[in-house]
């Protein structure tokens, strides 16, 4: 099964070195065991757009969806055989970036 991973943060670029060797380290384990998908950081939410095309013609407005204190910075899209072994790694994944983590499973 594939989970998404999303990596919650409040501010831009607030990762430290030792937290990247840390994220480096969790890549490495969940790269070489087939688990990671694909990994990113994503650009702060004012420099988002949202397109709106469900009427006559389409929108585009700047910023994020939703103005909030917290947002994704990153994300991981990880396969993992059961419900467990994705909390068990999404724990880690916490840990080595030190953010909270939200998992959501794909359909």
């Known amino acids: 099964m594939r989970y998404l991973f999303a990596v919650i943060d409040s501010q831009t670029n607030s990762g430290t070195r030792e937290e990247a060797v840390t994220i480096d380290a969790f890549n490495d ?48 899209i990880i396969d993992a055989a059961t419900d467990a072994l994705a909390h068990e790694l999404a724990a880690e994944a916490s840990k080595a970036c030190n953010r909270r983590i939200e998992v959501r499973r794909f359909l």
């Open 29 to 76: 384990k969940i790269g070489a065991s087939g688990q990671r998908l694909m990994a990113a950081g994503l650009v702060a939410p004012r420099d988002a757009k949202v397109f709106d095309n469900r009427g006559d013609a389409a929108l585009i407005s700047d910023g994020p969806i939703n103005q909030t204190h917290e947002y994704m910075s990153g994300f991981w």
